[in-house]
């Protein structure tokens, strides 16, 4: 490991620069054994890209799950990015550690996988969509040099319009399509539980429920999937309820379509939940989890939709989405998914890549 933030700590901790040498070396040799990497398997290593709101709560997620063994946090905007690495520095005598560094895509040396939070965040009002010009303009010059630097890593998207970033990057790095993923609908798929099981008053891990299509406006919910230890909520879709069931679960689904404005209206930006969904996805994939996840991924022939990144459950592990599971929807479900995906596709259609 390059200790590229021994200065920082050397001048907070007032050490003497004559003894700098010495120091370096215990600092080495301390930061290794401690990290207790077993010697038949090389450091798990993580880039962040963009250490914004989104950025900045993935990495203090994944560091206090001890996700991984190396993080790099690169952003353009230096001051910033040196504060939050040295925040995060003074929290490692709390933790399992992680070497934690600051710098370039230059200094990756070939992650495992790359997480990508950079660009423009929406103002309240403002759809997930309507920043889709503004980031693809980041990603033409960013992607070339992931490429360049991080030949080998799996490739998660966050930023927004998540659905549409993927498909980006997928084409603009010539990546194969099972080393790219979106966030895509793992957090909304977590609203969708945590409001359902509020609802019945049982842990949201017990349910089976998925939201898929967008991480957007047009996503769709699940219904005739929702489950608890294999009792359906509703066989045939929502249209199978009572019509003051249905009330009461739409409300549910638009709370969840909702949620992303409600918060932004409030305090500006999503952060701990997606930090947490995020980190979800890389353990999936470094400890090679074989875990079905609504993340976004290139979809070609599934439920009549083609060439576009959307949302349906997957199979996530080291090879990053190795399946994507078609699942029998209801008419209707179908209707709404292919909607969804025609929204995305249009989109895709006016951009200059
Ligand atoms: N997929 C999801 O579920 C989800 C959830 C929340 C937010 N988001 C999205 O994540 C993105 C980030 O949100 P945020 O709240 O962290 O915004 P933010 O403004 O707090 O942070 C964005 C960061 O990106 C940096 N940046 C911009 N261009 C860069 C470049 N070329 N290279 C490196 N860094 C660069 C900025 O300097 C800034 O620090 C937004 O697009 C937001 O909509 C997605
Ligand atoms: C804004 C972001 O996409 C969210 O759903 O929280």
């Known amino acids: 490991m390059q200790n590229i933030e021994l200065p920082f700590i050397l001048e907070q901790v007032n050490v003497n620069l004559g003894n700098r040498s010495m120091f370096e070396e215990l600092f080495t040799e301390f930061t290794d054994r401690d990290r207790s990497i077993p010697s038949n398997r090389r450091p798990l290593k993580g880039v962040i890209i963009g250490a914004g709101q989104v950025g900045m709560a993935c990495a203090y997620s994944m560091l206090i799950q001890n996700t991984l063994d190396e993080m790099l946090l690169v952003d353009v905007n230096q001051e910033k990015l040196q504060g939050e690495v040295m925040d995060l520095l003074h929290g490692v005598p709390f933790i399992d550690p992680t070497g934690i560094r600051s710098g370039t895509l230059a200094d990756s040396d070939d992650p495992d996988i790359v997480i990508i939070t950079a660009g423009a965040k929406q103002q309240p009002g403002e759809t997930r969509l309507d920043l889709l010009n503004r980031n693809v303009q980041i990603f033409k010059k960013l992607i070339p040099d992931i490429v360049q630097y991080c030949p080998h890593a799996i490739l998660l998207l966050v930023t927004n319009p998540v659905d549409i970033m993927t498909y980006v990057t997928l084409k603009l790095s010539g990546f194969p399509c099972n080393r790219v993923l979106g966030s895509g609908t793992v957090l909304d798929t977590a609203r969708f539980r945590y409001l359902l099981a509020n609802q019945l008053k049982i842990d949201p891990r017990s349910f089976h429920a998925y939201i898929i299509g967008e991480h957007g406006d047009s996503?769709?919910?699940?219904?005739?999937?929702?489950?608890?230890?294999?009792?359906?909520?509703?066989?045939?879709?929502?249209?199978?309820?009572?019509?003051?069931?249905?009330?009461?679960?739409?409300?549910?689904?638009?709370?969840?379509?909702?949620?992303?404005?409600?918060?932004?209206?409030?305090?500006?930006?999503?952060?701990?939940?997606?930090?947490?969904?995020?980190?979800?996805?890389?353990k999936a994939v470094l400890r090679n989890q074989n875990r079905v996840l609504t993340v976004s991924s290139f979809i070609h022939g599934i439920n009549g939709i083609n060439d576009v990144c959307l949302s349906l459950p997957a199979v996530v592990n080291r090879e990053g989405v190795t399946r994507v599971l078609d699942l029998s929807l209801t008419p209707n479900e179908e209707k709404l998914l292919q909607n969804s995906a025609t929204v995305l596709k249009e989109a895709i259609a006016n951009l200059d890549l």
């Open 219 to 282: 996503e769709v919910p699940v219904w005739s999937k929702v489950n608890i230890s294999g009792m359906n909520l509703c066989s045939g879709g929502i249209e199978d309820c009572s019509e003051a069931d249905q009330d009461r679960l739409q409300g549910i689904f638009d709370q969840v379509k909702n949620a992303a404005y409600e918060v932004i209206k409030r305090k500006g930006a999503t952060s701990y939940a997606i930090g947490l969904g995020v980190t979800d996805i890389v």
